[in-house]
């Protein structure tokens, strides 16, 4: 007997949450998350336990545009799409570039990729650092979260079941500032990461006066620590050793990985530690 499924595809933001604030139902952006998540063996349809609506289309959550010199970035962007969109951030260009392969890149949304709450989702490192917050809105009206209290482990957001995430915005960086995006794996693309880093730095007078990293992969969800960042504030570029040896040693202590099938803990603590301490030794860092 073939299974039942109740798809909803409205014209409008607002008639698709008017369905969610109804009905419990499961959210397809671009669905390269939910299609797996839901797999049933070759040949057989998913099996998706609730009604589907599809949000893809919304052109509500297409956007992206400045304001107050915030980037705002429409949940529902593909990949491909912000490639080509000129107000993006080079690192973030970077670290899409690594996502799977382009037929995925053309379907795959950020709001998708965030919701989805993956320890080794490709994008959260570098939106951690950036201190993302993200737009909720329901039939009650709007909400800001910031992206650490918005993902709460693995495939658990806080997320009432009449929202959607319809922006991610990236708070004003001055243009001094220096990301990168490191991501290890089997491959460059194609690949889901054994372990991703997030740096991110601003120097003035060849003095920290910020500095972020998060790290991806290693651990339920993002690890990041302000405390011991704000270890780092002040000091002098080029960093000492010992303030270097420091920093990966308090990290050492709060990195925890599993292991699983695409690597070893101990792999991954490794790659994790050595890539921060890549990050820091620079004698410089560009701004991007």
Same mark, same amino acid.
């Given at each position: 007997?073939?299974?039942?499924?109740?798809?909803?595809?409205?014209?409008?933001?607002?008639?698709?949450?008017?369905?969610?604030?109804?009905?419990?139902?499961?959210?397809?952006?671009?669905?390269?998350?939910?299609?797996?998540?839901?797999?049933?063996?070759?040949?057989?349809?998913?099996?998706?336990?609730?009604?589907?609506?599809?949000?893809?289309?919304?052109?509500?959550?297409?956007?992206?545009?400045?304001?107050?010199?915030?980037?705002?970035?429409?949940?529902?962007?593909?990949?491909?799409?912000?490639?080509?969109?000129?107000?993006?951030?080079?690192?973030?260009?970077?670290?899409? !570039?690594?996502?799977? =392969?382009?037929?995925? +890149?053309?379907?795959?949304?950020?709001?998708?990729? %965030?919701?989805? &709450?993956?320890? @080794?989702?490709?994008?959260?490192?570098?939106?951690?650092?950036?201190?993302?917050?993200?737009?909720?809105?329901?039939?009650?009206?709007?909400?800001?979260?910031?992206?650490?209290?918005?993902?709460?482990?693995?495939?658990?957001?806080?997320?009432?079941?009449?929202?959607?995430?319809?922006?991610?915005?990236?708070?004003?960086?001055?243009?001094?500032?220096?990301?990168?995006?490191?991501?290890?794996?089997?491959?460059?693309?194609?690949?889901?990461? !054994?372990?991703?880093? =997030?740096?991110?730095? +601003?120097?003035?007078?060849?003095?920290?006066?910020? %500095?972020?990293? &998060?790290?991806? @992969?290693?651990?339920?969800?993002?690890?990041?620590?302000?405390?011991?960042?704000?270890?780092?504030?002040?000091?002098?570029?080029?960093?000492?050793?010992?303030?270097?040896?420091?920093?990966?040693?308090?990290?050492?202590?709060?990195?925890?990985?599993?292991?699983?099938?695409?690597?070893?803990?101990?792999?991954?603590?490794?790659?994790?530690?050595?890539?921060?301490?890549?990050?820091?030794?620079?004698?410089?860092?560009?701004?991007?």
């Amino acid at each position: 007997m073939v299974e039942k499924i109740t798809a909803n595809r409205f014209e409008s933001l607002d008639e698709t949450l008017s369905q969610l604030n109804r009905e419990d139902c499961s959210i397809i952006a671009g669905g390269t998350d939910v299609m797996v998540l839901h797999k049933s063996r070759r040949g057989v349809p998913p099996k998706i336990p609730k009604p589907i609506v599809f949000i893809n289309h919304l052109s509500e959550l297409k956007q992206v545009y400045q304001h107050h010199k915030d980037l705002h970035i429409g949940a529902c962007c593909t990949y491909s799409e912000l490639l080509e969109n000129p107000l993006i951030p080079f690192a973030l260009k970077n670290a899409i !570039k690594t996502i799977a =392969a382009p037929a995925i +890149r053309n379907r795959g949304t950020l709001g998708g990729n %965030i919701c989805n &709450a993956s320890p @080794a989702g490709d994008m959260l490192p570098l939106l951690y650092v950036y201190n993302a917050k993200l737009l909720l809105r329901s039939v009650n009206g709007d909400r800001m979260v910031a992206i650490s209290d918005f993902i709460q482990g693995p495939r658990r957001v806080e997320r009432f079941h009449n929202e959607i995430v319809t922006e991610i915005i990236l708070p004003y960086v001055l243009e001094d500032s220096h990301v990168v995006f490191e991501k290890v794996g089997n491959r460059n693309a194609d690949a889901i990461a !054994k372990v991703s880093f =997030a740096g991110f730095v +601003r120097i003035s007078k060849d003095r920290i006066d910020d %500095i972020r990293f &998060a790290f991806g @992969a290693v651990g339920p969800t993002m690890v990041r620590s302000i405390d011991i960042e704000k270890k780092l504030v002040g000091k002098t570029i080029p960093l000492a050793e010992a303030d270097i040896a420091a920093i990966v040693a308090a990290f050492d202590k709060i990195i925890r990985p599993i292991d699983d099938q695409r690597s070893t803990a101990a792999y991954r603590k490794t790659v994790a530690l050595h890539l921060l301490r890549y990050f820091l030794s620079m004698k410089q860092y560009q701004p991007n």
